[in-house]
Each structure stands twice: as C-alpha cells, then as structure tokens.
C-alpha cells in the first residue's frame, strides 16, 4: 500500500511515527495491506493451526491403516509450535541464558525419544498457546500505548528565504528555522517571537487559564494555542524535546518499568531453571537404582523426570505477574490514562489520600461571566445596553473572556448593537464606535491596564480598588468602557461538572481530598465548599507545596493531581504523581507517575479501582500457579500423574492465570 513520497510530510510524519512508537511489523507501512492482515497475530494463527492438527492427529492414531498420515500430521504440529520455540532456545543458549523456554523445549523434544511424540506435541502447543495469548496482550498493551501520539502537531508551516510558506514534518525543522502560526493553531515548536502580537493559552506550562500576550523577542512553547493574532516563530529547540519526544519516552518507561515482586520472579528464574533441569537429570539416573523402575518406558524414571520437569517448570508462576500488569496498563492506556509501568498501580494501591492542584484540575480552565459591575451609573446606559455592547464587540473576537461574554448574553433580550470603525488589538482589546442616544461613541474592552489609560486618575482608583476585590475573590476581570462610563465584567474559572461526584466516589473508599494552591485563600475555600473538599491549604509557594506533600506522603500514602510547572516537584515527591496530560507541563508529565491524556479526571476512582483489582488478580495467579507447581510435579515424579496430565495441568494452570489477568481488560 502506498502512502506517498518520502517528501510528503505527511507520508514522513507515518514513517516516523511507526518506527519511533515501536508498533508491531504486522502495521508496517511498507507491507501491502493483504500482507498486514496475514502477519497479524501470526503467533497466535500457528498455535491454533498446530492445535487442530493435533487434535486431527489424535484421531487418526486409533487407525493402524492411516499410521502414515498420523506421523505426516505430527511432524506439521512440530514443525508450526515447536520450531519456533527450538530457534529461541538455541538462541538463548548462545546468549549464556537459561530460562522456563528451555525447559519446555528439553522436554518436548525429549519426549520423541522414549516414544510418547504426542505428549511432546500437545506441551509444545499448549505452551505455544500460552505464549502467543502473552505476545496478545503484551501487544495490546503496546498498541494501545503508541496510538496516544496525537498530542502535538506533527507538522508546521516553514517560511522560506523568498517568503514562501511549504508545509514540512516538524522532525525535518531545523534550530533557526522561521515558521508561521496562525490564529487557533496550536505552536508546533518552541521558539522566539520574530514578528506578530497575539494572546496565546499557556495553561499547560503555568496551570493558569488567563491568556498571555506574546509579542516580538517574547519566548513560547510548543503546544500553546495562539488565539487571535498571526505569530511568526524563530524555532530555538528540535522537535527531540517536544511533548510528542515526552510521550514516547513515557511509552518505553510504561512498558519497561516491572513491579518489584516480577523483577524478584525474573531475577530468581535462572536459578530455578538450571536446579529443575538438574534435579529432573539426577531423578532419571538414580531412581532406576533406587526404586529397581526401568530406564525407559511409561513408568520409567527418564518418562517420571520428563513430567516433573514440565510440572515443576513455573511458567505459570513467571507469566502471572506479567499479564496481569500489562493487563492492566493497556486497559488504562485505551481510558486515556498513560501509567509509567506497573509499579505504579501497586503504589496507587496503597495510598489513602489524594492531594489537587485547583487551577487546570479540580476547574476546567474556561471562563464564565459571574456578573457586570457598573461603577459609574448612568441613565443613559443600563447594565443590559452595556452587556449588549460587550456582546457585539467580542463575537468578533476568539479568546476565552469573549466566548465567557458571548455565552452569558446568549437568551437575553438585548438591544441590538450596530458598530462601526472596529478594529482589534491582538493581545489587549477591543474598540468600535458604536450610536447611543443618537450620538457616535467610542466602546472599548479588553485587559483593565488597556482600557484604564483612557480615564481619569481618580476613576482608575476607584477602578483599582474594586479589581483587587475581585481578584481577591479569585476572579478574573475585564473593563467595558463606554464613553466615560466604565463597567467592569467578572469571570470565573468553571469548576469541572463531574468533579464533585468524582471527590464524592474517592471519600467513599475512606480517602481522605485535600487541595494545595497557590491561590488566594478565599478563592480556594469557595472552590472547597462547591465540590467537597476536604482540607484546604492555600496561598502556598512551590517549597510550601512540596512539604506538605512530602509530609502526607510519608503519613498516609498521597496521590498528588496537577498540571503546572509549579507543581512538578510536589508531583516528583508524593508516592503517586498524576498530571493532567491536555495543559500539563512538560515538566509536570516527566515528573508525574500516570499521565491522564485527556484530562479525564473523571476516571480517577476508576484507576483506584482498576489497581486494587490488579493487585487482587496477581494474588490469586500467584495462588493457582504455586497450586499447579505443587499439586502436580511430586505425583508426577511418582508415576501417578502421567506426562500427558502434567502438561494438562501445567500448561492449563498458564492458561487460566492469562484468562483470569485478561479480565483487567474489563473496563
């Protein structure tokens, strides 16, 4: 299947993304898409086809007259789940490693020799079985991972020497390169202004949601959305460092990161093999001298040592782990929840607090309009006139105040509002002329410093006064000036709907909420009472920030939610950190544990409970494996369970734990 030339910058952005994401071969673009859908799950298509023939071999075994075909159909079941499992051995023996696949295959092979090649055959598909239902989910949990790339542009806007604009991937963008942002588009780089003013969001740096004016010699960040005004940007740091890089680094950090009771398992596994290995090679010399059995034969000790090997061999009790926490972080990564592997959700598990940030997590960062405030009044122009006025001049207008007065006006009966000379001001306001009475007068609005300068001292005083109530209460503010009459526009930043059902889910399960902010201490406790919160600290700096965090981690267990740089540290220290991954810094995602992608808070208590059902689950496989091991390696040394029934319940115990584990994938 063709995807276009390696010049495309959407072919090379593909190209990029499957080779830096680690995504299966089967996806690769340059195989045909008959070939993507014959390669995929190939493991598991062997496996099944070996099964069947198995099971085809088996029956024609009851008839003397189609020997011929049986051994035929034998040799394929060999040939489709034990070659592959013989070349990894082989390799794993060039490497100096010893492990649980070499033992299957010593024992499969084995069994050929003393004349039961059937028993062979059906551990050997059974354990290709298991494998390839590992290889599934492991998959899964990479697939899942990798598609959560979409975070940053992968393109941007290049401006040539002759003033040309070419569209290119953002890996091809060199340091110095100039590129153009228009506005609603999101910075696809870092960079320094050249030429342009605009308010652009900078929410996933500073967890705040007001925007900043960014003009000539002014830095910005990749990732923030410029809002109104055309920016062109000196790039002054490769797209290595993006949030894209972030992400996939993150995606290795998830897949690679083992609970310690799995690096313990893994640590111990050669040992384990090599003293099973030994024991079944002592067992098949000596019990013919010491219980007077025959070499060979069914009851013979080479045929007992064979099905204590395979029993004893814990490849249940080496899978358990594993699957389940894979299990786990693929689920959570299709709920948009990016875990840094599965040592997280054991600690999630033992926390018994959780801590917010308020701006950007417990609020959604858009503003609504709590109210007007005439400070002047006038018979002229009410409230509902100035209010009218607003409207008109901010539907011309994309920035989070305009839409938070377009919506607080929308279904109210307003006079209509003619403007004329209207013209914007990126970054600080807006101006019209617009008739009142009869008469043409100027209307202003936008930031208080932009609209203050045209009036009096005495008037920006009294100005003044009333805007740090406001920003005392938490409040943001914008000023409306009509003529000489100001009127002064208070907003709030919407509290997220589903929070306070969220909070309410958490306490439930006798967590103790607590909110640490740097805000003002009355902003804070309104904030507190509407969603139930239940302790408030406020007015913190970052150190203050951190020991508190430090201290309910060390008392209680503390999940820490945030986004800004501020709160990088905080989330470094709490013994989980989660950020919020839409406005998240970049500094906050390396520094958190579990990056929620989507900002979808709303899926916290579900995480609680997806790792408490992770830790449940990896008990109860730890329970069946170590059962399965027991149970069947002594009465197998014995010759009371035949080698047939050892690899029953030895390859059936791997079987049900990867069962039970795939119930994580339950969302």
């Not at 007992?304 to 699957?323: D, K, M, V």
Request: hydrophobic share 50%.
């Amino acid at each position: 299947m063709y995807y276009g030339t390696i010049s495309d910058p959407s072919a090379t952005a593909y190209l990029t993304q499957f080779f830096e994401m680690g995504k299966q071969e089967s996806v690769s673009p340059f195989l045909k898409k008959s070939s993507r859908e014959w390669s995929s799950n190939l493991t598991l298509k062997a496996s099944s086809v070996a099964a069947i023939l198995l099971v085809l071999t088996f029956t024609l075994s009851f008839f003397d007259e189609l020997k011929p075909l049986h051994h035929l159909l034998l040799i394929f079941v060999y040939f489709l789940a034990g070659i592959p499992s013989l070349i990894e051995s082989i390799e794993d023996l060039c490497d100096g490693e010893v492990n649980i696949d070499i033992l299957m295959t010593i024992a499969a092979f084995a069994s050929i020799f003393i004349g039961n090649g059937m028993e062979g055959a059906l551990l050997l598909v059974l354990f290709s079985l298991s494998g390839a239902m590992e290889d599934a989910v492991t998959q899964k949990a990479k697939g899942s991972l990798s598609s959560l790339h979409q975070l940053a542009p992968t393109k941007a806007t290049v401006i040539e020497e002759d003033g040309t604009l070419i569209e290119r991937a953002i890996k091809e963008i060199q340091v110095g390169t100039k590129i153009l942002v228009k506005a609603e588009q999101i910075v696809p780089l870092d960079g320094k202004v050249i030429e342009g003013i605009s308010s652009v969001n900078l929410s996933h740096i500073t967890g705040e949601s007001l925007p900043i004016t960014k003009k000539t010699g002014d830095q910005v960040a990749a990732g923030a959305r410029n809002l109104d005004g055309v920016l062109t940007i000196e790039v002054n740091r490769s797209s290595a460092d993006s949030t894209l890089a972030k992400i996939i680094e993150l995606v290795t950090q998830a897949q690679e990161a083992r609970p310690l009771l799995q690096r313990w398992f893994d640590s111990v596994s050669r040992i384990y093999a090599m003293s099973i290995i030994s024991l079944s090679a002592l067992f098949a010399v000596t019990m013919p001298f010491l219980l007077s059995i025959p070499f060979l034969g069914v009851g013979g000790s080479i045929y007992r040592s064979l099905a204590f090997l395979i029993a004893a061999s814990p490849c249940a009790l080496i899978i358990a782990i594993p699957i389940a926490y894979l299990s786990a972080v693929s689920i959570c990564a299709k709920q948009g929840i990016l875990l840094k592997g599965g040592i997280i959700l054991d600690a999630l598990a033992k926390c018994t607090a959780i801590a917010f940030d308020k701006t950007g997590t417990l609020t959604t960062g858009n503003l609504t309009c709590v109210g007007i405030e005439e400070l002047a009044p006038n018979e002229r122009i009410g409230p509902e006139h100035a209010l009218a006025v607003a409207a008109a001049l901010e539907k011309n207008a994309v920035h989070p105040i305009a839409n938070a007065i377009v919506s607080f006006a929308a279904g109210k009966p307003l006079p209509h509002i003619s403007l004329k000379e209207f013209k914007a001001l990126a970054g600080y306001g807006l101006q019209a002329t617009t008739p009142i009475n009869g008469q043409n007068e100027w209307v202003y609005i936008g930031r208080p410093s932009y609209v203050m300068e045209k009036l009096s001292q005495s008037v920006q005083n009294t100005l003044a006064r009333s805007i740090d109530e406001a920003k005392s209460r938490g409040e943001l503010i914008a000023l409306l000036l009509i003529g000489q009459v100001p009127y002064l526009f208070r907003f709030r930043d919407a509290l997220r709907p589903e929070i306070r059902a969220v909070l309410k889910a958490i306490q439930k399960r006798g967590w103790t909420t607590v909110m640490l902010t740097g805000d003002h201490l009355s902003s804070a406790k309104r904030v507190a009472e509407e969603v139930g919160i239940d302790e408030v600290h406020a007015g913190l700096s970052p150190e203050e920030k951190l020991n508190y965090v430090a201290s309910l981690a060390e008392e209680k267990g503390l999940a820490m939610i945030g986004d800004g740089v501020n709160d990088a540290p905080a989330l470094a220290r709490a013994t989980v950190g989660i950020c919020m991954g839409k406005i998240g810094s970049t500094a906050a995602i390396d520094a958190s544990d579990v990056v929620l992608l989507h900002d979808n808070i709303e899926k916290l208590d579900w995480l609680i409970g997806k790792a408490k059902q992770t830790q449940q689950i990896v008990k109860e496989n730890l329970l069946v494996a170590s059962a399965a091991i027991v149970i069947a390696s002594f009465p197998a040394l014995g010759g009371i369970i035949p080698l047939w029934l050892a690899v029953v319940m030895h390859e059936g115990g791997t079987i049900l734990v990867g069962l039970n584990a795939l119930r994580l994938l339950r969302s």
